[in-house]
Nanobody, 121 residues
Framework: QVQLVESGGGLVQAGGSLRLSCATSGRVFRVNIMAWYRQAPGKQRDMVASITGGGRTNYPDSVKGRFTISRDNAKNTVYLQMNSLKPEDTAVYYC???????????????WGQGTQVTVSS
């Protein structure tokens, strides 16, 4: 099995910063794209950052210039540095990884359990 464990969420004032981490463990042969999503109450889950194995990143306009995604391929860990946080960034943040568990398997998506980020005004 594959597990993704997030950490680093919490309560911060508007304008502050937080850094999220997500470690992948278990039966992991190779990890492709890693990404962060968020879901606010009553809203759909949206992608906020993604990164390929080669380090190419992608962000929606809502977080571009404020959020930075990075990864440590040796540790199969992805990070999300969030700066200049706004109250509208409040949500549960989830990490997702495309994982291949063996050479003969295809990549599959695995999700973390989520970590709450609350930004007060």
């Amino acid at each position: 099995q594959v597990q993704l464990v997030e950490s680093g969420g919490g309560l911060v004032q508007a304008g502050g910063s937080l850094r999220l981490s997500c470690a992948t463990s278990g039966r992991v042969f190779r990890v492709n794209i890693m990404a962060w999503y968020r879901q606010a109450p009553g809203k759909q889950r949206d992608m906020v950052a993604s990164i390929t194995g080669g380090g190419r990143t992608n962000y929606p306009d809502s977080v571009k210039g404020r959020f930075t995604i990075s990864r440590d391929n040796a540790k199969n860990t992805v990070y999300l540095q969030m700066n200049s946080l706004k109250p509208e960034d409040t949500a549960v943040y989830y990490c997702k990884a495309e994982v291949q568990t063996a050479t003969w398997t295809t990549f599959a998506d695995y999700w973390g359990q989520g970590t709450q980020v609350t930004v007060s005004s």
